[in-house]
């Protein structure tokens, strides 16, 4: 085993790589090597740590110094510097919130977080199966293996209150337990990996950061309603997440924790990775499984549902990327330890991608039953220029939006319905008053036109004409009524849609008329934009 | 994997590897590595104490660097910092010097007396 007196963490999410981080990886371990010291400083990629505004980002260990926005130009200076003599090259820390010392237990640097979810990102190489042992991996897995029966697994995951986290907050131990039943000579676990919402990454940079813990809780899941196969589905645009996927489903082969009779205990399990070629569709439950299925990406009829009648016919979990990473630890450290989190309704936490008109851009996991003011002002550093908050959306395109009276209303999956929105995946795009919510309708409506799959009518044709209602009212041509008919059509596909789809389309349409109403009826009555933006 | 055992083998092999990330309070070597530091050899021994410790499989050790204190006609100084315990500095420390600071004090618990230049 080597020693090393030092490592080097660089951010390999795909925020820093575009933002070159390869380069600079590449560029310390030249350093490194010609300054000669590669025998005492490890250089090792890791996955989001967060900050994706600021990237390349890198963290010298044991001091846990973030350095940020890493040019191949600075390396030079922090090896002479930093990992030579010991100084920290401080232009490079920046400013609070994210300056100084990240702490490996405890990552704070961006504030009130809990990281549960993301507790290996940006810690260990996702790369290396023995990183992912050390910080306890696998260990769940025995655990249920080894001393739980399948149906305590399914209980400890009811007790927890865990809810799915791809945006319909079903209750995931109750999921388990209809195909737990079910009577079935072959049962499927399926990870919907098709994070298709507009402005949503976490899924990416789960899998990027931790690919294990996914391997691991699918396992658990394939124990506990006895399925021994299970399939990732990923969007094929997410390729650094199938390559490490694809090494981690590998290594986790090679040392027997996939496979046949897994730690002596007669349950086996395999996966496999399905690549999506890009329709938001696909990621509806039914519609992914058409298209593992090889067939046209296209919503079923419900019910039958999944849990009993899913892939190829046979019983089938389908569980979101976030809602399985969150599996290991609950049974490792039990369900009330989980419970510690979040709300009593609904325990936990939630990871977000931070986007928009926010100063710290990036990933975070928030206790669940935040306030979105927190949110953006302890977390995200406020609005650039101290500019008005007018509205955020959570959870892409299909999720709600949250207007300023909500700001202090607890983020979960419970009470923002209550107030005419939705949790949703994960997205927070925030926007200041800069923005005109016509426009911003306008172009939500224009993607669901061009994302619907067509099969049923009240979404084929309702978001067409979602669309052509906001685009008309967008170019001043709107008409006395035209809220209402929005209204009335979303309130019909809602309830008439065949799938997520069409009955989520009209959310963000919804939730802008019951907020916003004013300033549709500017652009209607007095064809003005009130704040001057659109071009009308 | 068969056994849970085996995991557990996997486990503390790599935590050794990955302790210095963690932050906990563990023995620490600081080697003065100011241009003083340097130019008075310090650069061979953070090498030997680097190779000292990995010939002795020795994982909970944090080795780091600072600049200069001001005492500059003592380098390479080294400081060894054991959790709960007074600070020892010592002075002068070749390669050969330090070596053996790994080798008594480290690994034994022995202070070098004749070596040391501060206690705190």
């Not at chain 1, 994070?195 to 990027?208: A, C, M, S, Y």
């Not at chain 1, 892409?396 to 999956?413: A, F, I, Q, R």
């Not at chain 1, 959310?507 to 549709?520: C, H, N, Q």
Request: net charge negative; proline share 5%; aromatic share 6%.
């Amino acid at each position: 085993m080597e020693f090393y007196r030092s490592h080097v963490l660089v951010c390999g999410g795909t925020p820093c790589v575009l933002e070159g981080c390869k380069g600079v990886r590449d560029a310390l371990i030249a350093e490194v090597k010609r300054r000669g010291l590669d025998r005492e400083v490890k250089v090792v990629e890791t996955g989001c740590l967060g900050p994706c505004d600021l990237g390349p980002v890198i963290v010298v260990y044991p001091e846990g110094t973030l350095y940020q926005k890493v040019r191949v130009s600075d390396v030079p200076e922090i090896v002479e510097q930093h990992l030579l003599k010991g100084r920290v090259v401080t232009r490079l820390v920046g400013e609070a919130p994210q300056a100084g010392v990240v702490k490996y237990e405890e990552p704070t640097y961006l504030g009130v977080q809990e990281r549960i979810v993301l507790r290996n990102c940006g810690v260990i190489d996702p790369e290396s199966i023995e990183e992912y042992i050390a910080r306890d991996g696998y260990r769940a897995l025995a655990k249920c293996l080894t001393e739980m029966k399948p149906a305590d697994v399914i209980e400890a995951v009811k007790k927890s209150g865990l809810v799915g986290r791809g945006g319909a907050a079903f209750p995931t131990g109750l999921k388990w337990s209809f195909t737990a039943k079910a009577d079935a000579d072959q049962k499927y676990i399926l990870c919907n990996a098709d994070e298709g919402e507009p402005g949503t990454f976490k899924d990416r940079l789960i899998l990027e950061g931790d690919p294990h813990s996914i391997l691991e809780g699918m396992a658990i899941a394939g124990y506990a309603v006895g399925a021994d196969k299970g399939f990732i589905y990923v969007r094929g645009e997410y390729v650094l997440s199938i390559e490490r996927l694809g090494k981690a489903i590998e290594q986790a082969k090679a040392l027997g924790l996939l496979g046949s009779n897994i730690f002596g205990s007669g349950f086996s399990f395999d996966v496999e990775i399905r690549k999506g070629a890009g329709a938001y569709v696909c990621g509806e439950e039914t519609g992914l499984i058409e298209s593992i299925e090889g067939k046209r990406g296209e919503p079923r009829i419900k019910p039958p549902y999944p849990g009993t009648e899913g892939l190829y016919g046979k019983p089938t979990v389908v569980n979101n990327v976030e809602t399985i990473a969150n599996i290991p630890p609950i049974l490792l450290n039990g369900p009330d330890w989980f419970r510690k989190f979040g709300t009593e309704r609904c325990p936990g936490t939630k990871v977000f991608t931070l986007t928009g008109d926010i100063n710290n851009k990036g990933l975070i996991e928030v206790p669940m039953g935040i306030t979105l003011r927190r949110v953006i002002y302890e977390i995200g550093g406020g609005i650039p220029g101290g500019r008005e908050f007018k509205m955020a959306q959570t959870g892409g395109t299909s999720g709600g939006c949250l207007p300023k009276e909500l700001l202090d209303v607890p983020m979960d999956y419970f009470t923002l319905p209550e107030h005419g929105s939705a949790l949703g995946s994960g997205a927070l795009l925030i926007m200041d008053a800069s923005h005109c919510i016509v426009d911003i309708a306008e172009c939500f409506m224009r993607f669901f036109e061009h994302e619907s799959c067509g099969k049923c009518t009240p979404c084929r044709e309702g978001t067409a004409r979602l669309h052509e209602i906001v685009a008309k009212i967008a170019r001043g041509e709107g008409k006395p009524g035209d809220l209402e008919l929005l209204d009335e059509l979303g309130s019909v596909m809602q309830v008439s849609s065949l799938c997520g789809l069409g009955q989520a389309a009209p959310v963000p349409i919804k939730t802008m008329l019951k907020y916003f109403r004013d300033e549709f009826e500017a652009h209607i009555n007095d064809r003005l934009c009130p704040t001057g933006t659109c071009g009308i | 994997m068969k056994t849970v055992e085996e995991l557990e083998r996997i486990r503390k092999q790599a935590q050794a590897m990955t302790r210095l990330r963690e932050g906990k309070e563990t023995t620490r070597i600081v080697v003065g590595m100011g241009t003083c530091g340097i130019a008075a050899g310090a650069r061979e021994t953070l090498s030997a104490i680097m190779d000292e410790l990995a010939k002795r499989n020795i994982q909970d050790v944090v080795v780091t660097q600072t600049g200069c204190v001001g005492l500059c006609e003592q380098e390479p100084i080294v400081d060894v910092i054991k959790p709960g315990a007074a600070k020892v500095t010592y002075g002068k420390v070749t390669k050969e010097k330090a070596r053996q600071i790994v080798a008594s004090h480290i690994v034994n618990g022995q202070v070098v007396g004749e070596w040391v230049i501060a206690s705190a």
